[in-house]
Structure formats: C-alpha cells, structure tokens
C-alpha cells in the first residue's frame, strides 16, 4: 500500500484531492493510505518518514508549502512532492527541493491522475530487487539496482556494482533472463549494462558510473531504443 499526505489549507481542495485519489484507486487498482494535514506547520511537526508521496499546497497561511518542503527534505531525501498551486512561477522554484512536479489550481482530475502515475511509476523503479548469485564458498544477495555491469567471461560472469566486483559461474544470456523484467541492455555481446546506471552515450561509448563501455555496431539501435525508453518513462 502506497502511503500519501495531503497537505492543503482550503477545505474544499482538500476534500477535492480526497476524492481524486479516491477515483485513482479505483480507476487503477490502487490502494493508498490517506492522511490529511491542514497547514504546512502540520506535517512539519514531529515530521516522521513514512509517506511516499506528498500532494502539498504551496501558499498555505501559517507556513508556505515551500519552507515545509525544504524541513521535510532534511530528514527525508526520498519521499516523493507534488505541488499544488494557482500560481506556476511557485511552482518552478520546486527543483530546488526535488519536487516531481506540480499541478494547477483548479485541479483537474487528469492532470492529478497523470502526476500520480508518474509517482507511482517512480515508486515501483525504486523497489528494491535482490539477485542471488552463487560465489566461492557460498551465495552472495545484491541489490540489482547498484549493478552497473554485467561481463561475459567464459563460463563466468563478472558483476561490477557499486559496493565493487564480484565473479560468478554462468552465463550472461542466463542473467540477461533472470533480470529479463529489469532494466538491462546489452550495449555489445559481452555486456550487459543496467540502464539506470547510465550516465551518458557518445558515438560509440556508454557511460555506466565509472565505467566506459564500448558499443557495439550490432547492437547500438536496440540499446538506444531500450535507453530511451527507460529514460521516457522517468522524465523530471
């Protein structure tokens, strides 16, 4: 269940906003946990880090939803804000606190409805999945989404990720099948590149973290396409 504040001092808005994520779950199928601030002062107080997304009204009469987002971000870095405004040159001012967007009084419900998809969609990027591998002298769990690499070695494969590198039996085609529902790309026959992870690409090079790829001719228009629709579905 996805956990959602509202955080808006007109009554009639905040009970509108109700409603509309109301009409997404059913609409969608989505369950959502509501609670409802009436002031930006509210939610600030003893500020605990379990939302998931926070609708918040930027002029608000005690405290401005602009001053309650930079509070919130400096205890939680990864909660999702959505503005609700009149007024859009507010709004804009949102980047500074990594706002997702924002939406404009009188909201409409497809407009709401397209930021929580985009909310939602960030969400579930976000979970976690563990990859399971074995190694000398046991198994070893990572977090698929700190992979920056997988690369064909014989019978091995090589998995570079954040946390350093690691080499495991199998072949790539059987992890390409395993991560078959995650992001991955083969940028050449030899690797296998998460394409969170990418930094940039540039005629024939990819940009994995640290890592400098080289882009095969064979493969460069598929893993394009791949990239620009990861990147497409996750647009800021």
């Known amino acids: ?14 009970q509108q906003l109700v409603e509309y994520v109301h009409r997404y779950e059913r609409q969608f199928g989505r369950m959502f946990e509501q609670t409802v601030f009436e002031d930006g002062d509210e939610i600030v107080s003893d500020y605990r880090a379990v939302y998931d997304i926070i609708l918040l009204d930027i002029q608000m009469r005690r405290m401005d939803g602009m001053a ?4 919130i971000r400096k205890v939680d870095k990864d909660v999702i804000l959505i503005f609700i405004t009149n007024m859009a040159q507010f709004a804009i001012r949102g980047y500074a606190v990594d706002a997702l967007d ?3 009084k009188p909201v409409p419900y497809f407009a709401f409805s397209r930021q929580q998809q985009k909310a939602v969609d960030r969400l579930r990027k976000r979970q976690k999945t563990f990859l ?3 190694v000398d002298g046991g198994l070893r769990r990572i977090d698929v989404a700190s992979i920056y690499y997988l690369e064909s070695e014989g019978h091995y494969v090589r998995i570079y990720t954040e946390n350093g590198d690691l080499l495991t039996s199998g072949s790539l085609k ?3 099948e395993k991560l078959a529902n995650k992001p991955f790309a083969r940028c050449n026959s030899g690797y296998l590149v998460n394409l969170a992870q990418v930094l940039g690409v540039q005629q024939n ?7 400098e790829l080289q882009v095969s001719r064979p493969k460069k228009k598929v893993f394009l396409e791949a990239l620009t629709d990861y990147i497409g579905g996750d647009v800021k």
């Open 102 to 104: 924002y939406v404009l």
């Open 174 to 176: 059987c992890y390409e």
């Open 1 to 14: 269940m996805i956990h959602i504040a509202i955080v808006e001092d007109d009554p009639e808005v905040r």
């Open 68 to 71: 309650a987002a930079e509070a």
């Open 205 to 211: 090079t990819v940009q994995v973290g640290p890592h």
């Open 132 to 134: 399971t591998v074995p």
